[in-house]
Protein backbone atom coordinates (compact mmCIF):
# COMPACT_ATOMS: atom_id res chain seq x y z
CA UNK A 1 0.00 0.00 0.00
CA UNK A 2 1.02 3.67 -0.75
CA UNK A 3 0.40 6.27 1.70
CA UNK A 4 0.84 10.31 0.80
CA UNK A 5 1.00 12.56 3.21
CA UNK A 6 0.32 16.52 2.52
CA UNK A 7 1.64 19.45 4.81
CA UNK A 8 0.99 23.38 4.38
CA UNK A 9 4.43 23.98 6.15
CA UNK A 10 7.33 21.73 7.29
CA UNK A 11 6.36 20.01 11.27
CA UNK A 12 2.65 20.00 10.04
CA UNK A 13 2.43 16.48 8.94
CA UNK A 14 4.62 15.10 11.70
CA UNK A 15 2.54 16.91 14.27
CA UNK A 16 -1.25 15.74 12.69
CA UNK A 17 0.15 12.02 11.79
CA UNK A 18 3.27 11.32 11.85
CA UNK A 19 2.92 8.66 14.31
CA UNK A 20 0.91 7.01 11.75
CA UNK A 21 3.15 7.37 8.90
CA UNK A 22 5.56 5.58 11.09
CA UNK A 23 3.40 2.45 12.13
CA UNK A 24 2.30 2.42 8.12
CA UNK A 25 5.95 2.23 7.42
CA UNK A 26 6.58 -0.14 10.42
CA UNK A 27 3.83 -2.45 8.78
CA UNK A 28 5.71 -2.67 5.42
CA UNK A 29 3.99 0.19 3.79
CA UNK A 30 5.19 2.77 0.98
CA UNK A 31 4.84 6.13 2.78
CA UNK A 32 5.31 9.56 0.91
CA UNK A 33 4.91 12.91 2.08
CA UNK A 34 4.32 16.41 0.10
CA UNK A 35 5.65 20.08 1.80
CA UNK A 36 3.60 22.59 -0.01
CA UNK A 37 5.59 25.31 1.09
CA UNK A 38 9.52 25.75 2.71
CA UNK A 39 7.59 27.62 5.95
CA UNK A 40 9.61 30.99 4.84
CA UNK A 41 6.83 33.31 6.91
CA UNK A 42 8.20 31.90 10.33
CA UNK A 43 12.16 30.62 9.55
CA UNK A 44 14.88 30.59 7.18
CA UNK A 45 13.61 28.19 4.69
CA UNK A 46 16.94 26.53 4.05
CA UNK A 47 16.91 25.98 8.40
CA UNK A 48 12.81 24.71 7.85
CA UNK A 49 13.71 22.53 4.88
CA UNK A 50 16.68 20.75 6.48
CA UNK A 51 14.35 19.99 9.68
CA UNK A 52 12.01 18.35 7.62
CA UNK A 53 14.60 16.36 5.54
CA UNK A 54 15.55 15.11 8.73
CA UNK A 55 12.61 14.35 10.74
CA UNK A 56 11.43 12.56 7.42
CA UNK A 57 14.40 9.95 7.87
CA UNK A 58 13.42 9.78 11.30
CA UNK A 59 9.65 8.52 10.93
CA UNK A 60 10.87 6.74 8.18
CA UNK A 61 9.56 8.40 5.06
CA UNK A 62 10.17 6.47 1.32
CA UNK A 63 10.46 10.12 -0.26
CA UNK A 64 9.80 13.90 0.80
CA UNK A 65 8.22 16.21 -1.81
CA UNK A 66 8.31 20.00 -1.38
CA UNK A 67 6.27 22.23 -3.25
CA UNK A 68 6.51 25.53 -4.92
CA UNK A 69 3.82 27.56 -2.98
CA UNK A 70 4.32 30.46 -0.64
CA UNK A 71 3.96 30.13 2.95
CA UNK A 72 1.10 32.10 4.28
CA UNK A 73 -0.62 32.49 0.46
CA UNK A 74 -1.96 29.22 -0.35
CA UNK A 75 -5.62 29.20 -1.54
CA UNK A 76 -7.94 25.98 -2.04
CA UNK A 77 -7.75 27.22 -6.10
CA UNK A 78 -6.30 25.43 -9.10
CA UNK A 79 -2.53 26.07 -8.13
CA UNK A 80 -2.72 24.38 -4.64
CA UNK A 81 -4.97 21.34 -6.38
CA UNK A 82 -2.57 20.87 -9.36
CA UNK A 83 0.85 21.16 -6.66
CA UNK A 84 -0.87 17.81 -5.02
CA UNK A 85 -2.19 16.11 -8.22
CA UNK A 86 0.95 16.51 -9.18
CA UNK A 87 2.30 13.83 -6.23
CA UNK A 88 -0.72 12.33 -6.28
CA UNK A 89 -0.25 10.76 -9.87
CA UNK A 90 3.45 10.03 -9.46
CA UNK A 91 3.10 8.23 -6.19
CA UNK A 92 -0.65 6.84 -6.92
CA UNK A 93 -1.27 6.83 -3.11
CA UNK A 94 -4.10 4.18 -1.78
CA UNK A 95 -4.35 6.24 1.49
CA UNK A 96 -3.97 10.61 1.15
CA UNK A 97 -3.63 12.42 4.55
CA UNK A 98 -3.93 15.90 4.92
CA UNK A 99 -5.47 18.91 7.12
CA UNK A 100 -8.58 19.30 8.02
CA UNK A 101 -10.59 22.31 6.51
CA UNK A 102 -11.46 22.93 10.25
CA UNK A 103 -8.76 25.26 11.16
CA UNK A 104 -7.89 28.46 12.21
CA UNK A 105 -5.03 28.99 9.87
CA UNK A 106 -5.65 30.02 6.01
CA UNK A 107 -2.68 27.53 4.88
CA UNK A 108 -4.05 24.45 6.71
CA UNK A 109 -7.41 25.01 5.82
CA UNK A 110 -7.01 25.34 2.35
CA UNK A 111 -4.75 22.83 1.78
CA UNK A 112 -7.32 20.14 3.31
CA UNK A 113 -9.79 21.82 0.55
CA UNK A 114 -7.51 21.40 -2.00
CA UNK A 115 -6.37 17.64 -0.78
CA UNK A 116 -10.08 16.69 -1.04
CA UNK A 117 -10.40 17.93 -5.15
CA UNK A 118 -7.17 16.65 -5.79
CA UNK A 119 -8.10 13.25 -4.26
CA UNK A 120 -11.54 13.42 -5.43
CA UNK A 121 -10.13 9.83 -7.52
CA UNK A 122 -9.34 8.22 -4.42
CA UNK A 123 -10.64 5.49 -2.34
CA UNK A 124 -9.65 6.96 1.13
CA UNK A 125 -8.71 10.78 2.52
CA UNK A 126 -8.02 10.83 6.04
CA UNK A 127 -7.90 14.72 7.52
CA UNK A 128 -5.81 15.12 10.58
CA UNK A 129 -5.81 17.62 13.15
CA UNK A 130 -3.17 20.56 14.12
CA UNK A 131 -2.53 22.94 17.26
CA UNK A 132 -5.06 25.65 14.89
CA UNK A 133 -7.92 23.09 14.11
CA UNK A 134 -11.41 24.12 15.51
CA UNK A 135 -12.82 22.76 18.05
CA UNK A 136 -15.61 21.70 15.18
CA UNK A 137 -13.08 19.12 14.35
CA UNK A 138 -14.99 15.75 14.47
CA UNK A 139 -12.69 12.91 14.96
CA UNK A 140 -14.34 10.03 13.63
CA UNK A 141 -11.08 7.60 12.87
CA UNK A 142 -8.63 6.63 15.49
CA UNK A 143 -5.34 4.87 15.14
CA UNK A 144 -3.46 2.79 17.94
CA UNK A 145 0.07 5.20 17.66
CA UNK A 146 1.64 3.42 20.87
CA UNK A 147 3.94 1.69 19.20
CA UNK A 148 5.23 4.79 17.07
CA UNK A 149 4.87 7.63 19.47
CA UNK A 150 8.37 7.66 20.75
CA UNK A 151 9.76 8.10 16.60
CA UNK A 152 6.88 11.26 16.41
CA UNK A 153 8.31 12.76 19.54
CA UNK A 154 11.69 12.89 18.13
CA UNK A 155 10.41 13.90 14.73
CA UNK A 156 8.99 16.94 16.59
CA UNK A 157 12.35 17.54 18.06
CA UNK A 158 14.09 18.85 15.10
CA UNK A 159 11.95 21.43 14.42
CA UNK A 160 13.54 23.88 16.83
CA UNK A 161 14.02 27.11 14.24
CA UNK A 162 9.95 26.49 15.34
CA UNK A 163 10.76 27.89 19.32
CA UNK A 164 9.03 31.35 19.03
CA UNK A 165 5.54 29.70 18.07
CA UNK A 166 2.66 29.99 20.22
CA UNK A 167 2.67 26.22 20.31
CA UNK A 168 5.75 26.88 22.69
CA UNK A 169 3.71 29.74 24.17
CA UNK A 170 5.57 31.54 27.67
CA UNK A 171 8.30 30.11 27.60
CA UNK A 172 11.50 31.77 27.58
CA UNK A 173 13.69 32.20 24.84
CA UNK A 174 17.11 31.57 26.22
CA UNK A 175 15.64 27.92 28.11
CA UNK A 176 16.23 25.54 25.43
CA UNK A 177 14.76 22.44 27.53
CA UNK A 178 11.37 23.90 28.81
CA UNK A 179 10.53 24.82 25.50
CA UNK A 180 10.69 21.13 24.04
CA UNK A 181 9.05 20.59 27.17
CA UNK A 182 6.38 21.89 26.45
CA UNK A 183 5.67 21.10 23.19
CA UNK A 184 6.83 17.47 23.62
CA UNK A 185 3.84 18.03 26.49
CA UNK A 186 1.31 19.07 24.12
CA UNK A 187 1.72 16.80 21.65
CA UNK A 188 1.25 13.92 24.15
CA UNK A 189 -1.54 15.57 25.91
CA UNK A 190 -3.49 15.30 22.85
CA UNK A 191 -2.69 11.75 21.89
CA UNK A 192 -3.59 10.85 25.82
CA UNK A 193 -7.11 12.53 25.12
CA UNK A 194 -7.77 10.92 21.51
CA UNK A 195 -6.41 7.69 23.18
CA UNK A 196 -8.76 8.14 26.57
CA UNK A 197 -11.80 8.91 23.91
CA UNK A 198 -11.58 5.46 22.21
CA UNK A 199 -10.25 3.30 24.90
CA UNK A 200 -6.17 3.37 23.79
CA UNK A 201 -3.42 4.69 25.61
CA UNK A 202 -2.16 6.84 22.87
CA UNK A 203 -3.98 7.82 19.80
CA UNK A 204 -4.37 10.10 16.58
CA UNK A 205 -7.40 10.47 14.95
CA UNK A 206 -9.01 11.51 11.78
CA UNK A 207 -11.67 13.11 10.36
CA UNK A 208 -12.85 10.44 7.15
CA UNK A 209 -12.82 13.20 4.23
CA UNK A 210 -13.68 9.93 1.63
CA UNK A 211 -13.66 6.76 3.12
CA UNK A 212 -14.67 3.72 0.94
CA UNK A 213 -14.99 0.70 2.83
CA UNK A 214 -13.67 -2.63 0.84
CA UNK A 215 -15.36 -5.84 1.77
Known amino acids: MRVLAVGAHPDDV ?3 CGATLALLKRK ?13 ASGDPKIRELECIKASKILGVDKLFFGKLKDTRITDGIDTIMEIERIIDKVKPDILFAHSPRD ?11 ALSAGRKLKKILLYESPAALRE ?4 IFVDIEPTFNLKLEAVRVFTSQNS ?3 YEGLKQK ?3 NRAAKVIGAVEGLARFRGFQVGLRLA ?10 EI
Open 204 to 213: EAFEAGKYIL
Open 165 to 167: KKF
Open 28 to 40: GHETYVLVLTKGE
Open 137 to 140: FCPQ
Open 14 to 16: EVG
Open 175 to 177: DES
Open 104 to 114: THQDHRNTGLA
